[in-house]
């Protein structure tokens, strides 16, 4: 069989055409509630329990076609759609993470500097920090109070009556500024979010214009100063996520790494009926600085809800049944990948690379320099998987990370590989990845799905 890279549009019937444009709603509405970590917990469960679903801890047992999802401390999520076959046969887990690039606020945020009040930022994950200045952005995260409760916070967001910035240096006085590398013209110390510039009226304090801010939290939220040392508050881009080209073939968005392999990964689980082998969807936090963590797809969560899942179905919940289970099971690592992208040509290998609109791309190595840190799928693997997807219809085409020696990047493969899951890459090609507002073509949101849908499916 020739081996072609396709572009999904090309001779798309109607059909095709609606069934990717009605998936994109979903996925929109989805990106513009979870912004955080958090967030698509929460958007996940309500998908979940929508969809009939309950949680794993209410069930005694378990049977074949049963409905279960588990929550990992409030950042990472798991469902489960129980298979006809026994656990200890393996089986089908598609794994993403929901945590993104970002500016998350220090433990001691607010100060004020020349009748300015501020917030300290320590950034999250790769990113170009000259591009989070100057575009509005949002306060999103909890504060967990002394006693024990907890507030949700969502402020600043487009529709919103106030927004935030990072100010930048006008180009007027820019001259030493721009002679600087990319990397270092904002410095990460710098990017400090503009909260306020008014002073407290009346008031004693040295520092009225951080007072005044203390005292709008304290109003609107009943908090003190003290209350951010156990917040987790992340600055994120304001925007809404919408279709982007007068086509309305793709969708802008900020977080699509990995939301953009999240959704099609819940919603496929979600839509799974009485699978062969038990469908596993998971959903990881800490992607973006290493995975590491108890909510990071380094931890035990795993191993934990399939102990949870082996004892309830009839297996023993041991240490040999777990491991048998782990050996014999498949995974995809669902995570994006670059897109080919003309604009910068140089560090991409045409013929190696992702394409924007030619479906899910598949890595079967990830890595960099040599592929280092990469989960190199055994080609066994690779078989099975691109039988199922070309079986099933799915658009797909295989791709790795730029040029040899351009740079690289891995994802949470290598550590359910760790495991002794035969675990392979894939997701969607992505343009501006790790920006503010990242670019993913509709069509390739679809073919994740029906691919993740056939995987959960197979025989
Ligand atoms: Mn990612
Ligand atoms: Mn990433």
Redesign the pocket.
């Known amino acids: 069989m020739k081996y072609e890279i396709k572009n999904g549009w090309t001779d798309a019937s109607e059909e095709l055409k609606k069934a990717v444009y009605d998936f994109s709603v979903g996925y929109v509405d989805f990106l513009n509630k979870g912004k955080t970590e958090r967030e698509c917990v929460d958007a996940a469960v309500e998908l979940a329990e929508a969809a009939g679903f309950k949680p794993l801890s209410s069930f005694a047992g378990l049977k074949a076609g049963d409905k279960v999802y588990a929550v990992n401390k409030h950042k990472g999520f798991a469902a489960a759609v129980i298979g006809k076959k026994p656990m200890t046969e393996g089986i089908g887990i598609v794994g993403s993470h929901i945590d ?2 970002r500016l998350d606020l220090k433990q001691n945020p607010l100060y004020e500097a020349d009748e300015m009040a501020f917030l300290k930022t320590h950034y999250y ?2 990113i170009k920090k000259y591009q989070w200045t100057a575009i509005p952005l949002a306060i999103h995260g909890v504060i967990v109070k002394q006693n024990g409760e907890t507030l949700k916070i969502a402020l600043g967001d487009e529709g919103d009556d106030v927004t935030f910035v990072i100010t930048d240096l006008l180009p007027h006085l820019g001259n030493s500024q721009m002679s600087k590398p990319a990397h270092s013209f904002i410095e990460g110390e710098n990017l400090n979010v503009l909260v306020g510039s008014m002073p407290l009226g009346g008031s004693e304090d040295d520092k009225k214009f951080k007072a005044n801010i203390l005292r709008l939290l304290e109003e609107k939220y009943a908090i003190d100063e003290e209350d951010f040392t156990s917040a987790e508050l992340e600055i994120v881009p304001a925007f809404k996520a919408k279709d982007l080209g007068l086509d309305r073939s793709m969708i802008g968005a900020y977080g699509h ?2 939301r953009v392999c999240s959704y099609p990964n819940l919603r496929a689980l979600l839509d799974a009926e009485a699978p062969e082998y038990t469908a596993l969807c998971l959903l990881t936090d800490k ?2 600085v290493g995975s590491m963590g108890n909510t990071g797809a380094k931890s035990r969560f795993l191993e934990l809800v399939i102990l949870e899942l082996l004892s309830r179905t009839g297996s023993s919940a041991d240490a040999l049944s777990l491991n048998r289970c782990l050996d014999r099971s498949l995974c995809l690592s669902a ?2 990948s670059a897109a080919y992208d003309p604009n910068f040509a140089s560090v991409y290998e045409k013929n190696n690379s992702g394409r924007m609109n030619c479906g899910i791309a598949v890595s079967k190595y990830t890595g960099s320099r040599g592929k280092g840190g990469s989960n190199d799928a055994p080609a066994e693997l690779m078989a099975k998987v691109r039988k199922i997807f070309n079986e099933a219809g799915v658009l797909w085409h295989t791709a790795e990370l730029g040029k040899v020696d351009e740079g690289g ?1 891995g ?1 949470i493969a290598q550590f359910v590989a760790d495991l002794g899951v035969d675990t392979i890459d894939c997701g969607v090609p992505m343009l501006s ?2 920006s503010p507002f990242e670019v993913a073509g509709k069509m390739d949101v679809y073919q994740c799905y029906k691919a993740f849908s056939a995987f959960f499916d197979r025989k």
């Open positions: 993104s690039p994950g790769g790494d990995d992607e973006e995570d994006v990047g994802t990845m790790h």
